[in-house]
């Protein structure tokens, strides 16, 4: 019997990173998420044990890398292999003109969502080299493309992913890892009420509870889905490339021709 492939969500205890660990486990993967706070660990634990024994919760902090060198030795050591990395936690604390907010949390920022994927990076891709097809996704986000106003810390780090990901795919080019970056959109999640609620995030970022009025956040399995096409290879013509929730899949498939482009897709300037 084969066994189940084995994803690993990181910021798995809320909002996307939830929703993925849940997705993924309705479609038979083995899940193992992570997270650090021990209270909701506990909670999706039991959330995932409704679908099979099997998924696994791990506290784990990201921005240090004997916690994520620790996860995969763990991981591999259960089940022998690790079929999908999903990169999602990540942290934004920074409102407010960048020469305001609070050094430590512009830090946090950045090095929660940039310095924590590399380290997961560091950590998993020697194991996948060794394996056959297998996937990353890097979950980028607001600021990626465009500039974020009051959100410098999160747009900066989130840029820098975007990056690391078209780095990382070229220099992977030649092994069976794929490496995706994935605009999941706006989502009603712990991080987006932070962002509505303060009194900081009520200050610079307004507009936000604007794009819930109007409609435009997106279902809760809407980026799951996206990560599961990734891991899928079925979107296989965008790795190194950044896919945004709010594409359409059918027309991602039929302009794949246009992803033979250097730039499709792409960080670029507009010259």
Known sequence: MERKQVVVVTGATRGIGRNTAVFFAEKGYTVIGTGRNTAKLKEVQTELNKYSNEHLMIKMDVTKAYDVQQVVDIVMSQHGRIDVWINNAGAFKAIGPTW?????????????????????????????????FRSIVNIVGGGTIGAFKYGNGYGTSKTSVARLTENLAEELADTPVRVFALDPGLNDTDMTRYQRDTEDGQRYLSAIEDLFDENIDVAPHQAPQFAYYMATGELND?????????????????????????DFYKLRLNK
């Not at 090095?111 to 998993?124: D, E, K, P, S, W």
């Not at 965008?238 to 250097?262: P, Q």
Request: hydrophobic letters at 40%; charged letters at 30%.
């Open 100 to 132: 305001e907010v609070k050094a430590e949390d512009w830090m946090n920022d950045v090095t929660t969502n940039l310095f924590g994927t590399f380290h997961c990076v560091q950590a998993v891709v020697p194991i996948m080299i060794r394996q056959s």
């Open 238 to 262: 965008y790795v190194g490339r950044i896919v945004s929730v709010y594409d359409d899949v059918e027309k991602l498939r039929t302009v794949a021709s246009d992803a033979r482009d250097e």
